[in-house]
T-cell receptor
Framework: GAGVSQSPSNKVTEKGKDVELRCDPI?????LYWYRQRLGQGLEFLIY????????KSGLPSDRFSAERTGESVSTLTIQRTQQEDSAVYLC?????????????FGPGTRLTVL | GQNIDQPTEMTATEGAIVQINCTYQ??????LFWYQQHAGEAPTFLSY????GLEEKGRFSSFLSRSKGYSYLLLKELQMKDSASYLC?????????????FGTGTKLQVIP
């Protein structure tokens, strides 16, 4: 079946503008994660959704960042008043269940450039 | 919280064996993953360990010692295409969540 998709693949914006990034998960995969990866660095956890439970927002770097997910469907990550330091690849990952040996399946990412 | 450490860079020769180490500290350990990430691409799954011991999968093996908070990824018969970053990730199941935290990755360069 189809994998995780993200849109847009690339986004260039001006400092101070708001951006919205989209993740279309694999059907039936209950867990969804957002990560940020700056150039040459590792993955930085942002937020985690698990079904209808309250999301784990502990990784969001500031109140300019927010994310939504309705049930087990599409998720959007919104960055308000973007700053140059927000430039990074934003990766979305899915997992089928809450536990077990299942792995995360990553989308191709959205490369965000803030000028 | 979680603290994951792995070397930043490693270089190895084609055909050789390389071991990439990962140490971690977490309050509710619930599994350790290794991912491979080629430049400009998304990470792809390599291995998963939740019990102590060695998991072998072709040229790649992964080892876990929960008491030591230690894992390694072993790559045998290195090929040029193995040049990539290798990410260690730990899942913490405490608090009802399944948070997965990644290390900064080890950039492996395979040379002829």
């Amino acid at each position: 079946g189809a994998g995780v998709s993200q849109s847009p693949s690339n986004k260039v914006t001006e400092k101070g503008k708001d951006v919205e990034l989209r993740c279309d998960p694999i059907s039936g995969h209950t867990a969804l994660y957002w990560y940020r990866q700056r150039l040459g660095q590792g993955l930085e956890f942002l937020i985690y959704f698990q079904g209808n439970s309250a999301p784990d927002k502990s990784g969001l770097p500031s109140d300019r960042f927010s994310a939504e997910r309705t049930g087990e469907s599409v998720s959007t990550l919104t960055i308000q008043r973007t700053q140059q330091e927000d430039s990074a690849v934003y990766l979305c990952a899915n997992r089928p269940f809450a536990g077990g040996t299942d792995t995360q399946y990553f989308g191709p990412g959205t490369r965000l450039t803030v000028l | 919280g979680q603290n994951i450490d792995q070397p930043t860079e490693m270089t190895a020769t084609e055909g050789a064996i390389v071991q990439i180490n990962c140490t971690y500290q977490t309050s509710g350990f619930n599994g350790l993953f290794w991912y491979q990430q080629h430049a400009g691409e998304a990470p792809t799954f390599l291995s998963y360990n939740v019990l102590d011991g060695l998991e072998e999968k072709g040229r790649f093996s992964s080892f876990l010692s929960r008491s030591k908070g230690y894992s390694y990824l072993l790559l045998k018969e290195l090929q040029m295409k193995d040049s990539a970053s290798y990410l260690c990730a730990v899942r913490d199941g405490s608090g009802g969540y399944q948070k997965v935290t990644f290390g900064t990755g080890t950039k492996l360069q395979v040379i002829p």
